[in-house]
Each structure stands twice: as structure tokens, then as C-alpha cells.
């Protein structure tokens, strides 16, 4: 499909710096396309119309009893490197890497500016900055040159050692959109993770699950909505903006992730039983489309996914979605666009927009019903 189809304009003031206060009172677009003539209307609340606006507060009123909410408890790193390049004992030059995906106890693929200077075999001394003192012990080779900046970067330390280090001299990297406006702080550290991240890896918060707060995890569990979580390391590259003129020129940046065995034969049942799986994020359910065979049953599952979902993706698991206002020309905005409807999400985007929804990583919620259902 063309890209341009995917494009919108969206007015700098719409997006979100800061999250709501409290986090699940952040707005929720919910959107229906099975609303007014669709088979399933009926037995879907609200569907008096395709789209209807609610708070995230909202949402164990758009759920059943025995409906499973998915989340991916990855957990965002401080991934944002400075540091200065050196090479064959030259003066050095000061460069920034973004970590985006780890390939061994020492290796990390990594987004690196000024990319066109950097070269295979160059060194570089994360923790410097310029003249600055020296920050923390955290030297790199190159040890591999992509394309678009990306680099392979081979660690002098390796495992919890290297994790530490990473942890001293790294910053959280906040999206561009909100890096360009503001710079990172401390209070950063805990907006850009959800509460239940656990599991070490990611360098973009699963934006979505940032929505959730204990009070309502008690509401979903009073209205018997079950919970389970799975891991998929969000990697910067899927959030970037589509720059080939054709969805079938554009190629996914790999995101390492996990479904175990137990949560695969716990999500296999609520299907089983009539219940729906319902991810939180993009992330968790591109992770379950990865994991689930043409049956749609849902197999244990590790490894890379690069699974691109565009409109005429066939869904094989997954009901419903929460997610995110995402950005124009981006996989994300495709995908939502395959789940619920190319018209029926730029419907949605367009009253989001007149009507004040926040955006992007820091901003309001959608709820999407799957068209096909």
C-alpha cells in the first residue's frame, strides 16, 4: 500500500508532554467499528455509535467476566548513550547511540549519530562528553556498520557487568517528539515504565500499559477480568516514521520477546471458553500474532520478531486492543488501521484530533474492537 495513504496532520500542541494525573484518568477513545449495523453490535456496549469517548477508568465496562488482558512487562533500560569516538589514536569526536536491541552478553545493535562518520573498528568511550570528566568505565567497538545509523556495538564489559554500567552513564530516551521540547529528568524514570515492569531490555516504554494504576487492577479483578503478562523488548525502531513510499519497501527493526509455555496454555483457554484476549500495546500484540499458528491456537514462543501488520493482515488470536494515538506514517497507525479499519481509524484520528485526545507516548488511549469479529 502507499504510505501517504497513512499521513495526517496533527497539531504540535496535541502532543503530550507529561502523562495525566493519575495515570487512569487519562482519556479513551473507545472505537467500534461493529457500532449501528455491524453483526455483533448488539452485544457490544456503547454501540450506538462507532466511536465514543470515555477514561481510561472506564474500561472494565468494555470487558467480560473471563475476558484476559495481555501486557508486556518489559522494562525500559536507560538506553541513551553519550560518549566520544576515537580512531587510530586521533583526537575524538563526540557522538550518541541509542541502544535498540541486545544480540549477546556483550553486543547491542544501537541508532548512532552523526552515523555517516562512524566506522567499523572505531572506539568509543561512553560516560565522556566533550571535555568533561570521565563519567563511568563504558568503552565500545564498532563492530558492525548498517544502514540509517545502525550500528553493532561489541562491549568491553559483558552481562550484569556491562548492565550496570549501562545503568551509571545511560538516560532514559525519550521520544524525539518529546526530547525536541524538553529535556529528559528525573521524573521521567518512573512516567516513561508501567508498574509492573520487570523484565530488563526495553528502550521504549509499551506505551498503553503506562495508563494502568492499582486501583484499576482492583476494578478489573473485581469484574473478573484475568491478567497476564508476556515480554517483548520494545526496540526504538518501531516507532519510527516509514520513510519508502510503499509498505512492502519498508523493513521492521527486530524486537526480542518471549511467551511461555504456561501463559500460552492459560491464553489458550480463555479462548477456549468464549473469553477474549485483549492486549494492552502494540507490543503485546504483535508478540501474540508472532506466537499464534493459522489455528490461532497460541504456542510457546522466543526469538525476534519483525512481524509487519498492515491493512489485509489476517488476525489469528487477538479481539481487542489498547493502545495509543501513534504517529502519522508509522507502522503503528498501519497496524491499528489493519485491526479496526483503514476508514473507521482515520475516522478516529480525526476526532481525536478535533476533539483535544492527547498523543503519543505521554498521551490518551484508544480501544479498539477487531472489524473481522
Known sequence: MRVDLFDFDLPDERIALRPAEPRDS?????????????????SVPHAESALSDHHVYDLPSFLRAGDALVFNDTKVIPAQLEGIRHRDGAGGQ??????????GPSRWKAFAKPGKRIKEGDRIAFGHSGESCFLGALDATVEEKGEAGEVTLAFDLTGPALDEAIAAVGHIPLPPYIAAKRPEDERDRADYQTIYAREEGAVAAPTAGLHFT???????????????????HVGAGT????????????KMHLESGYVSAEIAARLNAVKARGGRIVCVGTTSLRLIESAAGEDGKI?????????????GYRFKAVDMLMTNFHLPRSTLFMLVS????????RAAYEHAISTGYRFYSYGDASLLFRKDK
Open 338 to 345: 489493519a485491526f479496526s479499519g483503514f476508514e473507521t481509524m
Open 94 to 103: 563526540q557522538v550518541s547511540a541509542t541502544l535498540h536491541m541486545r544480540i
Open 26 to 42: 487519562a482519556r479513551l477513545l473507545v472505537v467500534n467499528p461493529h457500532a449501528e449495523s455491524g453483526p455483533h453490535a448488539e
Open 299 to 311: 504456542k510457546p514462543w522466543a526469538g525476534a520478531t519483525g512481524i509487519f501488520i498492515t491493512p
Open 214 to 232: 492499582p486501583d484499576l487492577f482492583a476494578a478489573l479483578d473485581k469484574a473478573g477480568i484475568e491478567r497476564h503478562f508476556v515480554t517483548l
Open 239 to 250: 516507532f519510527l516514521p516509514v520513510k519508502a513510499d510503499d509498505t512492502d519497501d519498508h
